[in-house]
């Protein structure tokens, strides 16, 4: 029943690691998205997919790579782990790319990543 | 560009008492506005919405009125309750580019009993 559901929604890792998040959507939404949320709260974009095509990537280290199978899933994975990139990564899905106004994004609870 | 700036939190108050969370944007033209709650360990739910200068979007006995002349879409509520303790963020959704939605820095609320 879930409409954004992630995988795993914790992750405890050793620097250095590559690990993976994923992310899949049931409501039929063409458009998917990747934040990250820092210790402050603070909600950075860093991709998003239409339709499986990237869209926007904003300035994130490429030892970052999304990856759209399909439209219902937007996976991210992550190389080479460092400590500053321990956070709560979000995902979260919008109906298309024009709805966003009307409807805003439907997000998912969430994955608390830790480097150690 | 476009942002969002809210108050800075944490907004401590007791039960029953009335809340209001400061937010003003910068975007060209009028973007739509959002109010998004995040409780804790979950993610974001859209609380409430307004699409158009002086729309005012409610739910859950929280307001929030489309102020084009300020800029500003403050949340409102004439009284809060212990379960309302989350994080609030403001947002708006871009008119260029990707039009995506750019958030405000997240207000923590307290509420005691």
């Known amino acids: 029943d879930t409409a954004v559901s992630q995988t795993p929604k914790y992750l405890v890792t050793q620097m250095g690691n590559d690990k993976s998040i994923k992310c899949e959507q049931n409501l039929g939404h063409d458009t998917m998205y990747w934040y990250k949320q820092d210790s402050k709260k603070f909600l950075k974009i860093m991709f998003s997919y239409n339709n499986k095509e990237l869209i926007i990537n904003e300035t994130v280290p490429n030892r970052f790579s999304p990856k759209s199978p399909d439209k219902a899933h937007l996976n991210l994975h992550i190389n080479s782990l460092e400590l500053g990139d321990s956070a709560v990564y979000f995902c979260?899905?919008?109906?298309?790319?024009?709805?966003?106004?009307?409807?805003?994004?439907?997000f998912g609870s969430g994955t608390r990543l830790t480097v150690v | 560009g476009n942002s969002v700036t809210q108050m800075e939190g944490p907004v401590t108050l007791s039960e029953e008492a009335f809340l209001t969370i400061n937010c003003t944007y910068t975007a060209t033209g009028y973007p739509s506005l959002f109010w998004y709650v995040q409780y804790p360990g979950e993610g974001l739910q859209l609380l409430l919405k307004?699409?158009?200068?002086?729309d005012k979007g409610s739910n859950k006995g929280f307001e929030a009125t489309y102020r084009k002349e300020t800029t500003s879409f403050h949340l409102e509520k004439g009284s809060v309750q212990v379960s309302d303790s989350a994080v609030y963020f403001c947002?708006?959704?871009?008119?260029?580019?990707?039009?995506?939605?750019?958030f405000g820095t997240g207000t923590r609320l307290l509420v005691s009993p």
């Open positions: 979260a899905s919008s109906q298309d790319l024009a709805s966003v106004g009307a409807f805003g994004y439907t």
């Open positions: 947002a708006l959704r871009e008119n260029t580019g990707f039009q995506k939605l750019v």
């Open positions: 307004a699409t158009k200068a002086d």
